[in-house]
C-alpha cells in the first residue's frame, strides 16, 4: 500500500524524457559502475523432474528400448535453458539526510534517512542458447531485449556480539516521497531522481555508443541501528538468473507442482562499513568496501568490495 501511495505515474512520454535527461556529469571517482556479470553455467541447469518420477508405475522394463529411453529415468536429468541478461548499475556513495517523515497520527517525525543513489542502464548484455545442427546446443552472446529493473534493496547488518554470535539486522528500502526534493536538490538537481516503485515502470532499451542513459533512482531506509558498523547492500533485480534445487523427498505424488523446490535469484552485494558511533551519525565515515581484517563477515575474500551472490 505504500508503494502505490509513493506512485507518480510515468507514462511512456514522460519515461522517455526521464532517459534523454538521465546522463549528469560527476567528478571523477564519485559514481562506482558495476558492469554487467553473466555466468555461462545459468543458461542450462540438469534437473530430476520430480514431478514425473514421483509416478513409480513408470518406472518399467520396457519391450522394444533400454530402460534409459523411458520417460521415468529421461526425466532424472532434464536440461532446462534459458536466456539471461544484466543490467549494469552504478552509484553514488551512501549517505544520510534529516527528512520530516509523515507518520500515522497525522503528524511529523524528524528521522535520519540512509539513502543511495543509483543509476541502472541496459547495455545489451546478454546470454542465450543456441540449437546447432547436429542438435547440441552452444551458448552465444547479446540481447536485444526492452527490460524493466523491479529494484529489491536490503541493507543488512554484519555485526556480531562479543561472543562472536551474528546480531543481523535487515532493512527493506523504503518509498519515502518527502525525502525526495531533499535527496533531489542535493544529488541530482539537473536530472529527476525516481523512487523504486517508479523506477520499475521505466522501459529501458539496449543502448548503444558512447551515449550514456539509463534511469536514476534512490534507494532509502530509516529507523537503522545507529551502532551498526559492518553491514552490506543486497541489490534485486539487475539479472533475471536463478538457481533451483528440489530437496529429497519433499514432493510427493498429489502435491501441488514445485513444491518443496527451492529457488535463489543472483543479486548484487555491496559492502560497506562505519568506524564511528551511535552518537555523531556521519556519513563521511562509511566506508566502500570490507573493514580490513573483516572479510569473513561479508563471505567475501579480503579487499572484495562487492560480488554476486545468490539468495
Given amino acids: 500500500m505504500a508503494a502505490l501511495l509513493g506512485i507518480a505515474s510515468c507514462n511512456q512520454a514522460s519515461a522517455q524524457d526521464i532517459l534523454n535527461s538521465a546522463a549528469p556529469r560527476f567528478a571523477p571517482g564519485v559514481l562506482t559502475t558495476i558492469p554487467p556479470d553473466l555466468n555461462r553455467k545459468d543458461t542450462v541447469s540438469v534437473r530430476d523432474m520430480v514431478e514425473v518420477r514421483a509416478h513409480a508405475e513408470l518406472e518399467r522394463e520396457p519391450f ?5 529411453r523411458t ?56 546470454l542465450g542458447p543456441k540449437e546447432l545442427a547436429d542438435g ?62 517508479q523506477v520499475a515502470e521505466v522501459v529501458l532499451a539496449p543502448e548503444s555508443g558512447r551515449a550514456v542513459g539509463g534511469v536514476w533512482g534512490v534507494a532509502m531506509w530509516e529507523d537503522v541501528d545507529p551502532e551498526i558498523d559492518f553491514f552490506s547492500v543486497q ?10 534445487q528440489d530437496e529429497a523427498g519433499e514432493y510427493q505424488l498429489g502435491d501441488p507442482l514445485g513444491k518443496g523446490r527451492r529457488l ?48
Fill in 64 to 68: 522394444s528400448t533400454t530402460k534409459s
Fill in 71 to 126: 520417460l521415468f529415468y529421461m526425466a532424472q536429468s532434464i536440461h532446462f535453458r534459458r536466456e539471461l541478461w544484466c543490467l549494469e548499475f552504478s552509484f553514488k556513495p551512501l549517505r544520510m539526510t534529516y527528512v520530516d517523515v509523515p507518520q500515522l497520527s497525522g503528524k511529523m517525525q524528524r528521522k535520519l534517512v540512509w539513502y543511495m543513489v543509483y543509476r541502472v542502464r541496459n547495455t545489451g548484455a546478454g
Fill in 136 to 197: 547440441t546446443f552452444a551458448t552465444q552472446e547479446g540481447s536485444h531485449a526492452e527490460l524493466q529493473f523491479v529494484p529489491h534493496f536490503l541493507l543488512t547488518s554484519l555485526d556480531r556480539d562479543s561472543r562472536g554470535k551474528s546480531v543481523r539486522k535487515a532493512y527493506l528500502d523504503r518509498i519515502l516521497p518527502a525525502a525526495i526534493p531533499t535527496i533531489q536538490r542535493r544529488e541530482l538537481p539537473q536530472g529527476r531522481l525516481l523512487n523504486s516503485a
Fill in 235 to 244: 541489490v534485486g533485480g539487475l539479472t533475471n538468473a536463478y538457481q533451483w
Fill in 264 to 311: 535463489r535469484h543472483r543479486k548484487l552485494q555491496l559492502n560497506f562499513w562505519r568506524p564511528g558511533d551511535s552518537y555523531a551519525e556521519d556519513e563521511r565515515e562509511i566506508r566502500y568496501g570490507p573493514a580490513p581484517g573483516k572479510a569473513d563477515l561479508y563471505g567475501t575474500a579480503e579487499g572484495v568490495a562487492y560480488q554476486w551472490i545468490y539468495r
